[in-house]
């Protein structure tokens, strides 16, 4: 056997050996996640997800308040920050120059290496005045009749907050991956639309979106993911208030994630509070899970 081949099989065995321990390694997170939960489950039943009251000195644990803020934060968030990364990449893909495109790039990406506790204390020291005096003011005066967007907390911390600085966390993943897909569409169907008589605009619109949607789907839920998960920042924007949000600029939403950093350290050896904060992070979990699924199900349909 020639030295060529030991060392072909040598990087076999060690490529396979890599992906066996990342995949290990992923199962054996995931069990320990649902077993340390699953007495929450059989404790508490249905009542988990549908219940709203949470109470250690009684054993009762209900996540649907924590729920419905996770959701409206995360719906929120991916509101603002989808578009914005949408055409973020189509302008430096398709319109900026190469000097341009070349600066635009590494500034973006570097938000990435940005703490989330330093994205909380931008929002917490400059944008919360400028949220609670002028933006969250303007939208209550325009279209606070509009139930969702009525200033019912008088506060600058609020969902709006927390979400603009999700979306910029976000910004980032989804902009490099959706300016990927762009990239990556072969240069004759450009070619092909001009020759049609369309013109730029027409041509992203109709040729390189739609051959680009996987990747556009695909950054979205890296986003959402991102956003679903999203701890310091978040708990530092808002007001942490077990209640359901009933407007964007409510400031007392409470998400999963800011309930078992708040509470992790002080119940740990407790069982049942283990257990039931635990059952958080696997319904979490399970969120993303589905997000995932149904993404894969719109990219396969679109």
């Not at 060529?4 to 099989?9: E, T, V």
């Amino acid at each position: 056997m020639t030295n060529r081949h030991i060392y072909s099989k040598i990087a076999n065995y060690a490529l396979k050996s890599c992906t066996l321990t990342v995949l290990l390694f992923s199962v054996a997170f995931i069990l320990f996640i649902f077993y340390v939960a699953l007495p929450a489950f059989q404790t508490q039943g249905l009542y988990f997800l549908t219940g709203s009251e949470w109470s250690y000195e009684e054993d009762i644990y209900g996540i649907r308040i924590f729920l419905l803020g996770t959701l409206t934060l995360t719906f929120v968030t991916m509101i603002l920050a989808v578009p914005l990364s949408l055409f973020t990449a189509i302008y430096i893909a398709e319109y900026a120059s190469n000097i341009i495109a070349s600066a635009l790039r590494p500034l973006i990406e570097l938000l990435v290496g940005i703490p989330s506790v330093v994205y909380g204390i931008f929002g917490l020291f400059i944008l919360e005045d400028i949220f609670e005096y002028q933006i969250d003011p303007f939208i209550d005066v325009t279209i606070g009749f509009i139930p969702f967007f009525a200033d019912n907390w008088h506060n600058g911390k609020s969902i709006l907050l927390a979400s603009t600085v999700l979306a910029v966390m976000i910004l980032p993943t989804m902009t490099s991956v959706i300016e990927d897909s762009i990239r990556a569409i072969p240069h004759v169907y450009k070619e092909a639309s001009f020759a049609l008589g369309a013109n730029h605009w027409q041509t992203i619109k109709k040729v390189i979106l739609p051959a680009a949607k996987n990747g556009v789907v695909l950054g979205s839920v890296l986003g959402l993911m991102r956003a679903m998960g999203e701890t310091m920042a978040v708990a530092m924007l808002l007001g942490n208030v077990p209640q359901v949000p009933s407007s964007v600029l409510d400031g007392g939403a409470y998400v999963m994630t800011s309930k078992i950093l708040n509470d992790i350290t002080y119940h740990l050896t407790d069982d049942s509070a283990r257990a039931a904060l635990f059952g958080i992070a696997a319904v979490l979990f399970a969120l993303e899970i589905v997000c995932v699924g149904a993404a894969r199900h719109i990219g396969k349909q679109l």
